[in-house]
């Protein structure tokens, strides 16, 4: 079964530093991964995704995320933050084939200090 | 293009009443999913139609949870009796059945609260 781990819960950045938010997934073959965004009373927003291809995707707000398959991981990175980037950030994998559906990570709460 | 629609955006009921949550996805999507996200955690899917037959509901708890999506597009979701931990935000998405697989748009949510 497919499975997302998110190990951060909860993290806080000054406004302008950069980020980087955790993802490990475990998947039998070659996933789909996705990173969503929600704020606070709001849907959740696709960022990003990766289904083949060049390895560094890029995003919507100045978001990038790389797929490295030897560590099981597709990390999400932001070179300068910004204050309205405050939001809970949520990784995702799906199959192929079958249900399709999203298995979801916990989440990672961000907190953008000025 | 209209996004995902949900409706009521906020339900507050008692123990062992029933409520429906409404959903019209974007026109044209085949795929239609229903998640619940408990405070604190990921979505979790309950059930995924594709049109207006069911492709899983492996995870919906069967006794009291129902859904439906008749003629293929809108759907509705029902909790009867409800529980003190069904308390979540009971998210719609849908996706394309062809084209870029799985992309999924999702609607603002239903927030119930049982008391």
């Known amino acids: 079964a497919q499975s997302v781990t998110q190990p951060d819960i909860h993290i806080t950045v000054s406004e302008g530093a950069s980020l980087e938010l955790r993802c490990n997934y475990s998947y039998g073959a070659t996933p789909y991964l996705f990173w969503y965004v929600q704020s606070p009373g709001q849907g959740l927003q696709l960022l990003l995704k990766y289904f083949s291809g060049d390895t560094l995707v890029q995003g919507i707000k100045g978001f990038e995320a790389e797929f490295k398959r030897s560590q099981s991981s597709f990390n999400l990175r932001k070179p300068s933050v910004h204050w309205s980037d405050a939001a809970e950030y949520f990784c995702?994998?799906?199959?192929?084939?079958?249900?399709?559906?999203?298995?979801f990570g916990s989440g990672t709460r961000l907190q953008v200090q000025p | 293009e209209a996004g995902v629609a949900q409706s009521p955006r906020y339900k507050i009921i008692e123990k062992r009443q029933s409520v429906a949550f409404w959903c019209n996805p974007i026109s044209g999507h085949a795929t239609l999913y229903w998640y619940q996200q408990i405070l604190g955690q990921g979505p979790k899917l309950l059930i995924q139609?594709?049109?207006?037959?069911?492709?899983?509901d492996s995870q919906l708890p069967k006794d009291r949870f129902s859904a439906e999506r008749l003629k293929g597009v809108d759907s509705t979701l029902k909790i009867q009796p409800a529980k003190l931990e069904d308390s979540a935000v009971y998210l719609c998405?849908?996706?394309?059945?062809?084209?870029?697989?799985?992309?999924?748009?999702f609607g603002p949510g239903t927030r119930l609260t049982v008391l």
């Open positions: 995702a994998v799906a199959s192929y084939t079958g249900r399709r559906a999203l298995t």
């Open positions: 998405a849908s996706s394309h059945t062809t084209g870029i697989p799985n992309e999924q748009f």
């Open positions: 139609f594709q049109n207006n037959g069911v492709v899983d």
